[in-house]
């Protein structure tokens, strides 16, 4: 589609302005086909405009990843050189999605890490005969 846009070019901007055009003059004037539902909606707008920008957000964060994989020291490494020490092991891929950070971890690391992990104190309750908070003065 893209393709045939680009061959298109005039032709696809000439659709847009008047497609463009149409929804404006739905919008000003709440042109409904159906009663409740309006054929240009705010909602829709803002999605559009949402999706844009998901769509510029790509673009950049690919042209990103373009310009680090052309310095990656690992790229000419075959890929049965890699992670040689994970070989035999059981291991778990965990995608965060926090930090979209990819961690590796083996069955024995995950057990070691609930054993070591310490849990706080739980909370002793307040005896119901405390005596209350003074009111402060003013």
Do not use: N
Not at 46 to 71: G, K, M, N, R
Not at 95 to 103: E, I, K, P, Q, Y
Request: glycine residues 4%; proline residues 7%; contains cysteine.
């Amino acid at each position: 589609m893209a393709s045939c846009a680009a061959r298109h070019r005039i032709g696809v901007i000439r659709l847009v302005a008047v497609l463009t055009t149409v929804w404006l003059g739905c919008f000003a004037l709440g042109a409904q086909l159906v009663a409740p539902v309006p054929v240009a909606a705010r909602s829709a707008a803002a999605s559009v405009y949402e999706a844009a920008q998901q769509v510029v957000a790509i673009l950049h964060d690919q042209q990103i990843f373009d310009e680090q994989a052309a310095t990656d020291a690992l790229r000419d490494v075959p890929d049965a050189s890699l992670l040689t020490a994970l070989r035999g092991k059981d291991v778990v891929p965990h995608l965060r999605r926090a930090t979209g950070a990819r961690r590796w971890r083996t069955r024995s690391s995950r057990r070691r890490s609930r054993r070591s992990s310490t849990r706080a104190p739980a909370a002793s309750p307040v005896p119901a005969s405390a005596p209350a908070a003074a009111p402060a003065s003013r």
